[in-house]
């Protein structure tokens, strides 16, 4: 399984976007980018998730570096209640483990 | 609404006492998936399941047990042989094994605390 690298804290103030890197560079061509967070002491929550081409939801954009090797998640207007952590996960198409590291935590600063 | 239980949310245990955590979805999803994490660390992989009576070891299944008798069930017994119990679990459930669509939804989680 590819591994994510992720910085263990960022800084956003509020009302800013707020980028979120993540390296996967041994990722293979069959395995999806995904990103959840976690709110302390609740469960992950599914963010957004990409193969190859950027994505955009509600909640946030996914852009994905044309070789794949890195992806950014990027919260538009980064409020309070963003304040998580956020993990970048790599999962392959025909293989249902979902593997997360240590994450990032995001730090909303008013 | 549909979604993921867990049950208790939190739960004490005296040394040596095997306890089983409850996981029941109603969406009808086939995989389903148990977690461990520790403070301040990610999500460990305990055991997954794809399907009713079938279920698979993750990376840390030592001192676990779990069935699949149901679709909608995935019970975690916590088994005395599992030196350092104390910590949050957390299921997950997944709409299909494979495929692209396939994000994983997690309940609340139970903290057991091992005394």
């Known amino acids: 399984d590819a591994k994510t690298t992720q910085p263990p804290s960022m800084d956003c103030a509020e009302g800013r976007a707020a980028n979120l890197p993540c390296n996967h560079s041994?990722?293979?061509?069959?395995?999806?980018v995904y990103w959840y967070r976690q709110i302390h002491s609740q469960g992950p929550q599914y963010i957004i998730h990409?193969?190859?081409n950027n994505e955009t939801n509600e909640m946030a954009s996914l852009i994905i570096t044309e070789d794949r090797k890195s992806s950014t998640l990027i919260l538009p207007h980064a409020t309070l209640r963003d304040t998580a952590v956020y993990y970048c996960?790599?999962?392959?198409?025909?293989?249902?483990?979902?593997?997360f590291g240590s994450g990032t935590k995001l730090n909303v600063k008013p | 609404d549909g979604g993921i239980t867990q049950s208790p949310k939190y739960l004490f245990r005296k040394e040596g006492q095997n306890v089983t955590l409850s996981c029941e979805q109603n969406?009808?999803?086939?995989?389903m998936y148990w977690y461990r994490q520790d403070p301040g660390q990610g999500l460990r992989l305990i055991y997954y399941?794809?399907?009713?009576?079938?279920?698979q070891k993750g990376d840390i299944a030592e001192g676990y047990s779990v069935s699949r008798e149901k679709k909608e069930s995935f019970p975690l017994t916590v088994t005395s042989a599992q030196k350092n119990p104390t910590a949050f679990y957390l299921c997950a459930s997944s709409k299909d094994s494979q495929g692209e669509n396939t994000e994983a939804f997690f309940g609340q989680g139970t903290r057991l605390t091992v005394v």
């Open positions: 990409g193969l190859k």
């Open positions: 969406l009808n999803h086939d995989a």
């Open positions: 399941s794809q399907i009713v009576n079938d279920f």
């Open positions: 041994t990722i293979s061509g069959n395995e999806y």
């Open positions: 996960i790599v999962r392959a198409y025909n293989f249902n483990k979902f593997y």
